[in-house]
C-alpha cells in the first residue's frame, strides 16, 4: 500500500472510524483508508468524454451515478492535467485552458474577472490533442 498523495510506502495504521482501518503517511501526514475508490479511472474518462462532446453536467451525472459536483472537479481536473501538459509541451505559452460554462451555470473561472462567458472548454489559439491519463 502507499500513499495517494506522496506515493510514499512508509505508513502506519492510525486508528479505526466507522470500523474500517484508517492509516496515515509518515512523509506527508496524510490520513486515508485502504478502500478502493467509488469510481474507477476508467469511468472518470468516460465521463470527461461526454463532457468534451457536449453532454451536459447533469446528464453526465446521471449516467455515470454521481453527483454533478463530482463530474465538476472531474473537470477541473482534467483542466489542471491539461494545462501541466501544456506547460511541458511550450514553457512560455501564455494562454491556459479555460473552463468557462458547465451545463446552464455560468461559472468564473477566477473570483476578479469582471465579464461572464460561456462555452466548453477553451485550449487558446493553438489546438492541443487532450488525452486524459
Not at 501538459?85 to 458547465?102: F, Q
Not at 473570483?111 to 462567458?117: D, I, P, T, Y
Amino acid at each position: 500500500m502507499e500513499c495517494a498523495r506522496c506515493k510514499s510506502k512508509k505508513i502506519k495504521k492510525n486508528g479505526r472510524k466507522l470500523g474500517k482501518q484508517r492509516y496515515m503517511c509518515k512523509e506527508c501526514r496524510k490520513t486515508f483508508f485502504d478502500t478502493e475508490p467509488k469510481f474507477s479511472e476508467e469511468t472518470k474518462k468516460k465521463a470527461i468524454f461526454m463532457y468534451l462532446n457536449n453532454v451536459g453536467v447533469r446528464k453526465t451525472a446521471l449516467f455515470i451515478g454521481c453527483s454533478r459536483t463530482t463530474i465538476t472537479n472531474w473537470v477541473r481536473k482534467a483542466k489542471e492535467r491539461l494545462d501541466k501538459m501544456l506547460d511541458e509541451y511550450e514553457p512560455n505559452y501564455s494562454e491556459k485552458t479555460d473552463i468557462i460554462e458547465m451545463d446552464e451555470i455560468y461559472t468564473y473561472v477566477q473570483k476578479n474577472r469582471k465579464e461572464q462567458s460561456y462555452g466548453l472548454l477553451i485550449l487558446g489559439s493553438k489546438s492541443v490533442l487532450l488525452h486524459i491519463t
